[in-house]
């Protein structure tokens, strides 16, 4: 991951969030107090919400990987009439 400081960051803080949105690897800012931060886009900021959330319901993350392991062929195609 790559680092800057806080002052380079300052002066560089369009490019730096255009390369972040650009490339999707995070940055991680430095200062002289040990109190770093991590700079990454909004869409990769969402997509590991979404894995938060999907993970901390209970039994989601075995279903998932088990219908990743379904054969296309024995998918089910939607239904808007059927009932859940």
């Known amino acids: ?5 806080v002052t380079k960051a300052r002066e560089n803080i ?3 969030l255009s390369d972040v949105n650009s ?8 200062n002289n107090r040990g109190k770093n931060g991590v700079l990454i886009s909004e869409d990769d ?3 590991i919400q979404e894995t938060l959330y999907l993970n ?6 075995e ?3 088990k ?3 379904e054969p296309l ?3 089910s195609v939607y239904n808007p009439d059927e009932e859940w």
């Open 63 to 65: 279903s998932i990987i």
């Open 14 to 16: 369009y490019q730096i």
């Open 45 to 47: 900021w969402n997509a």
């Open 23 to 30: 490339s999707s690897q995070p940055i991680t800012i430095t």
């Open 73 to 75: 062929e024995e998918c």
């Open 1 to 5: 991951m790559t680092a800057i400081s």
């Open 56 to 61: 901390s319901i209970p039994g989601m993350t």
């Open 67 to 69: 219908a990743g392991e």
